[in-house]
Every structure is written in C-alpha cells, then in structure tokens.
C-alpha cells in the first residue's frame, strides 16, 4: 500500500510540475495555446490544465523493432501535431520539463521482433 501511494505522489508531483511551468511559459512569452478544447478547437488559453495537455499527448505513441539477436532497434515515433510540438517547445523552456517530456509522458510503447 506504501508503495501505491508513493506512486501516486510521484504522479501528482509530474502533473503539477507540467502544469506550472507550462503556464508560467505561457506567460512569460505573452502566449496561447489552441486546440485543448474538444468543444471549441478554436478557442485559445493562456493557463492549460496539466488533464487537457495529457489528452493532447494520448494518441503519441512509441513503436520499437529489435533485431532477433538484439544488436540493432529501429524507433519509430507518431508525428506530433502543431499543438504537441507547441506544448514540447513551451515546456522545454527549463531542464525540469526537458526530464519529463523525455521520461515521463505515458507513451504507448509497442515491442516486436525484426525477422
């Protein structure tokens, strides 16, 4: 059970630290983001929630082939969209969020073998 909650701490920490330095971004440049909403693709926010930027980035995904020996791997990712390169650029402004677009984004990771 400790475990679980530690998890989960360490989840809402990521969450909250994406968040505030998005919008922090966000402001600092005077900048808005589009497409967050579902309802209205047009409308444009200056303060994201960390729940729409997740759901930006849930059709990303990671696709590894291994060679059958595992000497050689071919990594092939989804191509991002204007507003997940705009996010990625926005939140890349300080070495906290470079580490976390790199580690902890929830990518879809698909692994097969190379024949």
């Given at each position: 059970m400790q475990g679980l909650t530690y998890l989960?701490?360490?989840?809402?920490?990521?969450?909250?630290?994406?968040?505030?330095v998005l919008r922090r971004s966000l402001?600092?440049?005077?900048?808005?983001?589009?497409c967050l909403h579902l309802e209205n693709r047009q409308k444009m926010?200056?303060?994201?929630?960390?729940?729409?930027?997740?759901k930006a980035f849930s059709d990303v995904s990671?696709?590894?082939?291994?060679?059958?020996?595992?000497?050689?791997?071919?990594?092939?990712?989804?191509p991002l969209s204007v507003l997940q390169q705009e996010a990625l650029i926005m939140?890349?402004?300080?070495?906290f969020c470079?580490?976390?677009?790199?580690?902890?984004?929830a990518f879809k990771i698909v692994s097969s073998s190379m024949t």
């Open positions: 989960l701490t360490v989840g809402v920490r990521v969450v909250t630290g994406l968040e505030f402001a600092q440049d005077h900048a808005t983001l589009s926010t200056n303060t994201p929630t960390a729940e729409r930027i997740l990671l696709t590894i082939f291994k060679t059958a020996a595992g000497e050689h791997s071919l990594h092939r990712w989804t939140a890349s402004a300080t070495p470079l580490c976390m677009t790199q580690k902890y984004f």
